[in-house]
């Protein structure tokens, strides 16, 4: 009997790598915040997480492969509908958007969720070796 990892670790591992996307687009904030007329972008995790959990529950879309060794195509691409722009609390004269505080904020703020997943996620393998090993 196989052990089916999709089933196993759930959303967990997903959640896990939206996460990271999420800090990478922080960072790029937070590097960017005296540049002009720079856009300041975030990624809505809740949204993006219960699209993810929607396509798990109704099936995933799988495109036609022509060739076995081709690599499926799936995951989360970063694009305009998932990226969002920011409304700034206070505008800029050089019109930028970049909050620094805020985006500090919000970047603890995922550091805390990504350590979080990080620990369930590594509480469902201890508990699948546990399983393996008959303890």
Known sequence: MSISFDKALGIHEKALSFRAQRAEVLANNIANADTPNYKARDMDFSSVLAAEADKQQKGRIALDRTNSRHIEAEGLAMGDDTLKYRTPMQPSIDQNTVDA???????????????????????KFKGLVAALRGE
């Open 101 to 123: 505080q805020m985006e500090q904020s919000n970047y603890a703020e995922n550091a805390v969720g990504f350590q979080a997943s990080f620990t369930l996620l590594n509480s």
